[in-house]
C-alpha cells in the first residue's frame, strides 16, 4: 500500500496567487484595523515558507517584533517621491513586495496642498500603482500595499463632493 503523505497547508502567499495570480493586492481599511499587522505577517510567514520578501515602510505601522524578524525591511519614510523611486529601481529578484503604504504619504498633506497639488499627488499615487502592476506582472511576481479609504470627512456637508452616511468610503486615490 503505497504511503500518502498530505499536502502542506496553502500559505497567505500561495492563496493570494492561486486566487489573482502575480499582481498587486491593494488591503483597504480605516486607520488601526490591522492593516499593516496583516500584511507584516504576511510577509513574515511568505520569508519563512523560503521567498524573498522586501517590505517597504513608510508608515511606521508594523509592530518591531515583525519588523526585526523581516531579513529585508526598509523604512523609507513618510514622503512619497522616495518610496516612488525606491519602487521603480526594483529587481526582478524578489518574490513578494510589501509596500505599507501607498496612500498614507498623500494623506499625511493632502489638506495642505493646494488643488494643482493635490492632483499632482494623487496622479504620483498612481504612478507608485502602476510601477508596482508592472514589476509584478512584468516578472510574475506578487506585490501587496496598504492603503486607506477615504476620510471620515468625506461623509461631512463641507466635504467637495459629500458621501452619504450609509454608504461605504472608497479607497483613497
Known amino acids: 500500500r503505497p504511503e500518502v ?5 496553502a500559505g497567505a502567499y500561495e ?8 499582481d498587486l493586492v491593494e488591503i483597504f481599511g480605516d486607520w488601526g484595523t490591522g492593516k499593516s499587522r496583516l500584511l507584516g505577517h504576511i510577509a513574515l510567514e511568505s520569508q519563512e515558507a ?11 505601522s508594523l509592530p518591531k517584533f515583525v519588523a526585526s524578524k523581516l531579513k529585508n525591511y526598509e523604512y523609507v ?15 526582478p529578484e524578489w518574490d513578494l513586495v510589501c509596500v505599507d503604504s501607498i496612500g498614507f504619504p498623500v494623506l499625511c498633506n493632502y489638506f495642505e496642498l493646494g488643488l494643482k497639488e493635490r492632483l499632482t499627488a494623487l496622479g504620483r499615487m498612481i504612478l507608485l500603482r502602476a510601477h508596482l502592476k508592472e514589476y509584478a506582472i512584468r516578472n510574475d511576481k506578487l506585490c501587496i500595499a496598504t492603503n486607506q479609504p477615504v476620510s471620515e470627512f468625506s461623509y461631512s456637508e463641507m466635504a467637495p463632493t459629500p458621501i ?9 486615490g
Open 5 to 9: 503523505h498530505p499536502k502542506p497547508a
Open 15 to 22: 492563496k493570494l496567487v492561486e486566487l489573482v495570480g502575480n
Open 50 to 60: 523560503g521567498k524573498k520578501v522586501l517590505f517597504l515602510d513608510n508608515e511606521n
Open 77 to 91: 519614510g513618510m514622503k512619497l517621491q522616495p518610496l516612488i523611486d525606491r519602487v521603480a529601481e526594483l529587481k
Open 164 to 172: 452619504p452616511k450609509e454608504e461605504p468610503l472608497p479607497p483613497f
